[in-house]
């Protein structure tokens, strides 16, 4: 059973570009988290997302910052008009139930940097 | 709204000793969890302790939590070099909220 997977693992951009960043859950979980981490920081959620449904984007910034979990494929988190503030890793987790205790489980991260 | 406080931020330890990270919590939960992460690296899960009391040890590291102090507590028992890596633990509110995390070194 392959792991949470994300791509790309390292993406740059220059100021102004989009940035667009891939997370396929475990197999058999339908719950997609996403948190980012900025150097020498801890993680910080961002969005939880089931299939389709976005249920908890508290974290987002308001301006730039989509996610979505669509019924077929990966889930995405875009990232329009980057800055350099934007450069971070952003890490995705995945879960088979929302709120009965198992924990989330990581992927690999993709490392933005925003030139 | 749930907050996460690690101690210390920065340990530097001397192979063989033991130490204790503390991790507190301001509001009620019944979930924490250890994470362990190496620079440049996805988080590795340690332990997840889910009620007051829980103790749970593997090799050189124990972790405990008590949900009425709010407290959980990660021990090391005589470090080595392979430890050294930032620690974070994480609470479950609504959404999971991690701590600052602690860098540990281990000095030769």
């Known amino acids: 059973n392959a792991g949470v997977m994300q791509n790309p693992r390292h993406l740059v951009r220059r100021r102004g570009q989009e940035a667009r960043l891939r997370c396929s859950p475990m197999?058999?979980?339908?719950?997609v988290y996403w948190y980012r981490q900025l150097p020498e920081e801890g993680l910080k959620f961002m969005v939880y997302?089931?299939?389709?449904?976005?249920?908890?984007e508290s974290g987002m910034p308001k301006e730039r910052f989509s996610a979505e979990f669509p019924k077929e494929g990966p889930s995405i988190l875009r990232i329009q008009q980057v800055v350099r503030g934007d450069s971070a890793a952003y890490f995705c987790?995945?879960?088979?139930?929302?709120?009965?205790?198992?924990?989330?489980?990581f992927g690999p991260g993709t490392r933005l940097t925003v030139l | 709204e749930l907050k996460v406080e690690q101690n210390p931020l920065f340990l530097s330890m001397q192979e063989g000793k033991n130490y204790t990270i503390y991790c507190n919590y301001s509001?009620?939960?019944?979930?924490l969890y250890w994470y362990r992460q190496d620079p440049g690296k996805s988080l590795e899960s340690l332990f997840v302790?889910?009620?007051?009391?829980a103790v749970k040890q593997e090799g050189r590291l124990m972790a405990s939590l008590d949900t009425k102090a709010r407290l959980s507590t990660l021990h090391i028992t005589a470090a080595v070099h392979d430890l050294s890596a930032t620690y974070f633990c994480?609470?479950?509110?609504?959404?999971?909220?991690f701590g600052a995390g602690t860098i540990l070194r281990v000095k030769s």
């Open positions: 197999k058999g979980h339908s719950h």
């Open positions: 302790l889910l009620s007051n009391g």
């Open positions: 509001t009620t939960s019944d979930r």
């Open positions: 994480a609470v479950y509110g609504n959404k999971l909220v």
């Open positions: 997302l089931q299939k389709e449904n976005i249920i908890d």
């Open positions: 987790a995945s879960s088979p139930l929302p709120d009965v205790g198992p924990e989330q489980f």
